[in-house]
């Protein structure tokens, strides 16, 4: 757990010398405790000993790549997860959320943009959710799931529960919140990420799709996400 009195632990592994140092002191100057490294060796086992709260992951690293060390990273933590992109890895960002990152942004970016998704994914993977989780109204039941808005829980009927992460956690609540209701692409790009996007952005379908698979939800024949062909997706789950 992270000390309500101890700054937030950021990790930057990024192989360009120039871009490390500016995020590094950018980071610094808002509070943040700040380390960094320009490869992935042994990330998962820092990770985990020194209780990292988010790691900021250049794609293009040399030796293991962005998307093989977020498929482990995953695998063996819940650490909130910023991809760094280039302009033309469309596909890499999709794989990307497909293995378990929380975000993305594309280079060339701000540090003010960066700050601002670091800050509302280190709100939700920290004890300031945690801290909220007695709040009924943060609970949403359907037909014997819970999702617990408050800490991205998705609880089976059956017993057993897998936090969600941040793309995956807001493309169903925000489904879920317009149950019955065809939501566009648009719509839900505007919820999960906030921000511009480009029009052939596949995002919500990848999320889509392992949404589905987290809720037994078959794509040939689903019952709470069904495709509007053309429209967009709808959630069709008895809430209550």
Not at 56 to 84: C, F, Q, W, Y
Not at 185 to 200: F, V
């Amino acid at each position: 757990m992270t000390s309500p009195t101890k700054p937030l632990h950021i990790l930057i592994v990024e192989d360009d010398f120039a871009s490390r140092s500016l995020l590094v002191s950018y980071f610094e100057n808002e509070g943040y405790q700040v380390s960094e490294t320009d490869h992935g060796e042994s990330l998962i086992q820092r990770v985990l000993d020194e209780r990292i709260d988010l790691v900021l992951l250049d794609i293009n690293l040399p030796g293991k790549d962005g998307l093989s060390l977020t498929r482990e990273l995953r695998a063996h933590s819940k650490v909130g997860i910023i991809l760094v992109t280039s302009k033309g890895d469309e596909i890499d960002r999709i794989v990307g959320l497909e293995l378990g990152a929380d975000d993305y942004v594309t280079k060339p970016f701000t540090p003010r943009e960066l700050l601002v998704r670091a800050k509302n994914l280190l709100w939700r993977v920290t004890d300031h959710a945690d801290n909220q989780q007695s709040q009924g109204d943060d609970l949403i039941h359907f037909e014997g799931w819970v999702l617990d808005c408050s800490r991205r829980l998705l609880e089976q009927p059956a017993g057993g529960s897998e936090r969600l992460p941040e793309g995956e956690f807001k493309l169903l609540n925000a489904l879920i919140s317009r149950r019955g209701q065809v939501l566009s692409r648009d719509q839900l790009m505007d919820a999960i990420h906030d921000r511009e996007w480009t029009p052939n952005d596949r995002s919500v379908d990848v999320l889509v799709g392992r949404l589905r698979k987290k809720l037994n939800d078959s794509p040939l024949d689903p019952h709470f996400i069904l495709t509007a062909h053309g429209a967009g997706y709808m959630f069709a789950g008895e809430i209550g």
